[in-house]
């Protein structure tokens, strides 16, 4: 069983989801009902209310019981330390990626103790669980950090912390 980290407010925020995903999936199963008492005839046959709603149904349920799943492997990471040379939650880092020996690119990031990381967000938020974010996660700033995604070995160095 993997360990999923998260800040309290990663937890927060994972506990309101779980929530509203439950509220979601109640909402579209009395809109089920209400799909098939609307419906002449059998009810579900050629009723694509309904078969739409069964589909979100399906949808909703995989990624409420993934998430149930990994309730169970959620701790919450307590920081002490706010050493300025060193990467921890929350941290944002200028990372230069090495693509090979000739082509890099540099790139603010943000390391963040979120489930779900805020994909609009101006800074790229990178989980502490994915694999950039676990090889960077109490590194130096300075570090040259290797690391495994997608299959490929990856090199990243960090540059500097805001």
């Not at 980290?5 to 809109?31: M, P």
């Not at 005839?41 to 739409?52: I, L, P, S, V, Y």
């Not at 492997?73 to 929350?90: A, D, F, G, M, R």
Request: neutral net charge.
């Amino acid at each position: 069983m993997d360990t999923i980290y998260v800040s309290e407010e990663g937890l927060k925020e994972f506990l309101e989801e779980l929530e509203k995903k439950r509220k979601i999936l109640q909402k579209n199963l009395q809109f089920q009902g209400e799909a098939i008492r609307s419906a002449p005839g059998d009810g579900w046959h050629d009723n694509f209310a309904f078969e739409d709603a069964v589909r979100e149904e399906r949808r909703i349920s995989n990624e409420l019981q993934k998430m149930i799943l990994d309730k169970e492997k959620l701790k919450i990471i307590h920081e002490n330390s706010n050493k300025k040379n060193i990467v921890y939650l929350e941290s944002v880092l200028l990372i230069r990626f090495f693509y090979d020996q000739e082509e890099c690119e540099d790139e603010w990031i943000k390391i963040t103790g979120k489930y779900f990381p805020n994909l609009n967000s101006s800074i790229k938020e990178i989980t502490i669980n994915s694999p950039l974010g676990k090889a960077l996660y109490l590194k130096k700033i300075g570090s040259k950090v290797k690391y495994v995604a997608n299959q490929k070995d990856l090199q990243v160095e960090i540059l500097e912390k805001r």
